[in-house]
């Protein structure tokens, strides 16, 4: 394989990020959505959010948008190198940390690890809403709607598919209101 191929491409491109996974696949979207889009411009930004929000209803985790990517790269093969290619290294990374873990029960450096790893995730997701939002067809609705949900779940106990219809509905009746649709 030389340096252009892109089978070798995804590869080079999704298991460096399946080591970032901290916080889970929802972490690196940031990541996975400049590598995609700004570096080899496999998709464009609408396209993106297209393939993440096909990625989203189908079942299993959400770092099964790769395995779309693949496919629109190169196919069949290429959907399935960079599933493996995004499972296999953080799966492995798990085991052996899990082996680890359980080799030293209540050690000290679990504690700062699970401490100093939190705030990392959490920054990740952060960066993963903020380029998902960038390409949002819907603006600066599309932020206030974002910003609401993000306010009603930390507020309330509402449940995810109700979120989802506020927000839809809320959505509709803002872009009406502005003219936007």
């Known amino acids: 394989m030389n340096k252009d191929d892109p089978l070798l491409a995804l590869v080079l491109t999704f298991a460096p990020l399946s080591l970032m996974t901290i916080g889970g696949g929802v972490s690196i979207l940031g990541d996975v959505r400049r590598s995609v889009v700004d570096q080899h411009h496999w998709l464009s930004g609408p396209g993106f959010l297209d393939v993440f929000a096909v990625s989203r209803v189908a079942p299993g985790p959400g770092t099964l948008i790769v395995t779309l990517i693949g496919w629109h790269v190169s196919g069949w093969l290429g959907a399935v ?17 899990a082996y680890l873990w359980h080799s030293h029960p209540g050690a000290i450096w679990q504690r700062a ?9 959490a920054g990740l997701v952060l960066s993963s809403v903020f380029s998902l939002l960038r390409d949002a067809r819907g603006g600066w609705v599309a932020w206030c709607v974002a910003l609401l ?22 959505f509709l009746g803002l872009a009406v209101a502005t003219g936007q649709v």
């Open 81 to 97: 190198l960079a599933t493996a290619a995004i499972f296999l290294p953080s799966s492995l990374l798990v085991f052996g940390i």
């Open 113 to 121: 690890v699970a401490k100093g790893l939190a705030p990392i995730a």
């Open 149 to 170: 949900a993000a306010v009603a779940v930390s507020r309330t106990k509402a449940g995810a598919l109700a979120l989802m219809l506020a927000g839809s509905v809320l």
